[in-house]
């Protein structure tokens, strides 16, 4: 019998390329009996699936964060959900959606409005690993203890998630993220007006027909041949970032961020995503959609090595970003944290990577800390954030005098900071509360400390309040990447 079962209400908001969504999930956490292992998440149940919406825009390059703003309040009154009920969640702003001009107010509008604390994500890396929670392509990997691939077609992008299932020995434990691959293709890349002409070209389906020599313009009517040739070409560059390396120089050329060095050989696929989902069974008017969906999704259908992959059935398809968003963000500290009740919950605070103590003698500690405030306070001014976070990712031996001389070092390393600044200390190992208290010894600023995390610089954190009798709290790391 689990000793302090609780819920968190979660709300993942997606806001791709085409469609919109929100998903309100439940989070069911238990706090195992003992008092000393940490609480767990440990079911995820989806309460409300809002209606898939069409992205709202102004014009090609703004996003109507108003019209966007009121699908996402109609969305969590249809739950009946009031903002201040949610504990926790993501907004990520997906595929060529991310890079509009006003994508960056748009996440923190939602994410002020929809709760108060629901972070604000993107990146397409970060898509890439909750669409494959979502879709399941992460469970099928645990449950077999194999190597998996979601593959995410869109309407701006590809975002390739691989999973690795783990094995403690005796029996599967899970997965790991091996890599994320993402590609600059998706469906809604061109796409045709109210007349049936081809009324928009993304830059990289000009740059792909371009370099096949495919004459297709804004205004054309739609030839079906030429498109077919594209679509084909789509498929071909999506099939070369799976199975690569080597790749071809017009998937590099392509590429969202770096690309592998080496292959890796796969024992499933799943496809999400709007286009992922119809290559089971691709419309038969291949622009039902309006764009070039229905032939890349026939194209990919019809791929000779699509054909030869062992493809796996998905949980979700088309939600499965907004479903992993919701349901796949948020972890739990580890239970032996000190914080400051009164300073939560944080939101957008700045990680700087502190590295590993462990190997550091007590004389050396002062200079690395300062060393590392220093980049923090070049990369952020902290005037203007309301929070910042040092991660730590070893300290060294678990004994009181080492955490002492790391405690002292850390006091002398924050003296420039602001002394009301709220400092976040992040720690992987189990020791946060220790730590902590010497540090508060030490120092008077507002401070938490929690532990069993991971950060990396260029990370944010948000932190919720705390759940299971105040010994742990809700974490989000994010990825802003705009």
């Not at 292992?37 to 102004?58: K, M, Q, W």
């Not at 898509?127 to 077999?144: D, F, I, K, N, Q």
């Not at 313009?217 to 030839?223: I, L, M, R, T, W």
Request: aromatic share 2%; glycine share 10%; net charge negative.
């Amino acid at each position: 019998m689990n000793a302090d079962p609780k819920s968190l209400t979660s709300v993942g908001i997606d806001v791709g390329t085409t469609t919109t969504h929100t998903v309100v999930s439940r989070l069911r956490v238990e706090t195992p009996p003992g008092g000393a292992a940490s609480p767990e998440i440990v079911d995820r149940e989806i309460v409300f699936r809002g209606p898939v919406r069409e992205t709202p825009l102004l014009d090609r390059e703004t996003i109507d964060v108003e019209g966007v703003a009121a699908f996402i309040e109609r969305d969590l009154e249809a739950a009946g959900l009031e903002p201040a009920a949610v504990d926790t969640g993501a907004v990520i702003v997906t595929g060529e959606t991310a890079r509009r001009k006003n994508a960056e107010p748009l996440v923190h509008q939602v994410a002020a409005d929809a709760g108060r604390f629901v972070a604000a994500t993107a990146g397409a890396d970060l898509e890439a690993v909750l669409a494959g929670r979502g879709s399941g392509a992460a469970a099928h990997a645990a449950e077999t203890g194999g190597t998996v691939a979601n593959v995410d077609v869109g309407g701006g992008t590809t975002n390739v998630a691989i999973f690795e299932g783990r094995s403690d020995g005796r029996k599967r434990g899970g997965s790991r993220i091996r890599e994320t691959r993402c590609l600059d293709v998706g469906g809604r890349l061109v796409r045709f007006d109210d007349d049936g002409r081809i009324g928009s070209i993304s830059p990289p389906a000009g740059a792909l027909a371009e370099a096949l020599e495919l004459p297709i313009a804004v205004g054309d009517e739609p030839d079906g041949e030429l498109l077919a040739a594209l679509a084909e070409a789509m498929a071909d560059r999506i099939v070369d970032l799976l199975e690569g390396p080597p790749f071809d120089p017009l998937t590099r050329e392509l590429a969202i961020g770096e690309l592998p060095t080496e292959p890796v050989e796969l024992d499933g696929v799943v496809f999400s995503g709007g286009v992922g989902l119809l290559v089971d069974s691709p419309p038969i008017d291949p622009f039902a959609h309006g764009d070039l969906g229905g032939l890349l999704a026939a194209a990919l259908r019809e791929h000779e090595r699509v054909r030869s992959w062992p493809v796996l059935e998905s949980a979700e398809d088309l939600r499965a970003t907004v479903v992993g968003a919701g349901t796949e963000s948020t972890t739990l500290s580890g239970r032996t944290i000190s914080i400051e009740p009164d300073l939560l919950p944080l939101r957008d605070v700045p990680v700087v990577d502190v590295g590993d103590l462990a190997d550091l003698e007590d004389r050396c500690l002062r200079d690395h800390l300062e060393a590392a405030v220093g980049r923090l306070r070049e990369l952020h001014d902290p005037s203007a954030v309301d929070a910042v976070a040092l991660a730590i990712a070893d300290v060294g031996p678990l004994e009181y005098e080492r955490l002492g001389s790391v405690a002292d070092a850390l006091a002398s390393a924050l003296e420039p900071l602001p002394p009301s600044l709220p400092i976040v200390v992040v720690v992987r190992q189990n020791c946060a509360k220790a730590l902590g208290q010497l540090l508060e010894r030490r120092s008077d600023r507002p401070l938490v400390a929690l532990d069993e995390l991971a950060a990396r610089d260029g990370d944010y954190l948000d932190v919720g309040t705390p759940i299971a009798g105040h010994d742990s709290v809700p974490v989000v790391v994010k990825t802003l990447a705009f």
